[in-house]
């Protein structure tokens, strides 16, 4: 079995960049051969939520609010699916002072940029 740091389970970040201690922007390749995307599902493979959450966390806590973790979701929405093969930018923006991680997942379509998941998540120590 791969273990989760082989990138077995996490996509390919084509850019990063952090124009603030607060704030970061990552650009990812979703590979089709993500374990995300097996059986989930048969006839047309998409990111689950699970996935897209835990990635927000694992850039969050290691660029953002190192020794900060997970408390409560305040809110998610989840409106488009991230399909296999596809580009998008996750932004992340952290308020330590309100003890708030906001974030956004946008697929690429050519130049245009459309919002698939967005949300908010308390973070403690």
Not at 41 to 60: H, K, N, R
Not at 62 to 91: E, Y
Not at 110 to 118: C, D, F, I, T, Y
Request: proline share 6%; with cysteine; hydrophobic share 40%.
């Amino acid at each position: 079995m791969r273990s989760y740091r082989s990138g077995f389970m996490k996509p390919h970040e084509i850019e990063r960049h952090q124009s603030q201690p607060d704030q970061a922007e990552m650009v990812l390749h979703l590979d089709p051969s993500l374990f995300w995307f097996k059986g989930h599902f048969a006839v047309q493979p998409l990111l689950p939520g699970v996935a897209q959450l835990d990635w927000v966390m694992q850039y969050a806590t290691t660029l953002l609010a190192p020794g900060w973790r997970f408390h409560s979701i305040q809110n998610v929405k989840f409106q488009a699916p991230l399909l296999p093969d596809t580009t998008v930018t996750l932004t992340l923006n952290w308020q330590e002072a309100r003890q708030m991680l906001s974030f956004s997942y946008q697929r690429h379509d050519g130049e245009a940029r459309h919002v698939a998941s967005s949300g908010k998540i308390r973070l403690c120590r």
